[in-house]
């Protein structure tokens, strides 16, 4: 049985909304349950601009973003950014403590009927290898780049999402702190292979194997697909 089809984009394109210069190209791409895809591409061929086009965080200039075979209505936008989540290369926390940032998701509207679980959120931590009692009560300010990037992946994770949207994620990372974060992704995967999916950016072709199993390479703002990764 085929893997249900989570994520399509249909001739989506991006423009300079000073300049006017095509930024992305009509770029159509499609995501299924279970796949792990790396976007990879030249620095300026699009990838990230792509990517933000994917996850509904800048407008669309034409095309359209299915999600599970139906249009992403402006309706429709919150409960798909609740299942499609969107991880930067640079994590933007909260001050306050880590547990006060692993808390904030769950005073919003769109995850009304959730509840915090302090042992999911120590499970994912400890997943990346850190030890959740002593880092659940440090100042989001005070952690390394590493260890903040771990705390907002965590955040992410703890929310259950179907597929995520991964921007250069350890781009900044010291190698330590890309690993513990490609195993803290591997971890939440494994729960639910079969059904999580991800889209990887990443300049680096070691892990863009390691991550993934099929490859999408974006040259001048459009992609196109490769063979199998592995």
Excluded at 112 to 131: F, H, T
Aim: no cysteine.
């Amino acid at each position: 049985m085929a893997a249900s089809l989570l994520i399509e984009t249909r001739a989506i394109t991006r423009r300079d909304p000073r300049s006017g210069q095509v930024l992305l190209h009509p770029a159509d791409f499609s995501l299924h349950q279970g796949e792990r895809v790396a976007l990879v591409g030249a620095s300026g061929s699009g990838k990230s601009v792509f990517m933000r086009a994917l996850a509904l965080l800048d407008p669309l200039d034409g095309g359209t973003v299915h999600w599970q075979g139906r249009s992403v209505s402006h309706r429709r936008v919150p409960a798909y950014r609740r299942h499609v989540a969107y991880l930067r290369q640079r994590p933007a926390l909260l001050d306050g403590t880590v547990e006060e940032n692993l808390r904030y998701p769950y005073s919003l509207h769109v995850y009304r009927g959730m509840r915090y679980d302090p042992g999911k959120a120590r499970g994912l931590l400890a997943a990346a290898g850190r030890d959740a009692d002593a880092l659940l009560g440090r100042q989001a300010g005070d952690l390394s780049g590493g260890e903040a990037q771990i705390v907002a992946l965590a955040r992410t994770l703890q929310l259950d999402p179907q597929a995520l949207l991964l921007d250069e994620p350890t781009a900044s990372l010291d190698p330590d702190s890309a690993l513990a974060v490609e195993a803290l992704i591997a971890r939440w995967l494994q729960d639910d292979p079969a059904r999580r999916a991800t889209l990887w950016i990443s300049h680096d072709p070691a892990q863009a194997r390691r991550v993934s199993t099929r490859h999408v390479a974006m040259q001048a703002g459009g992609t196109l697909n490769t063979e199998s990764a592995q």
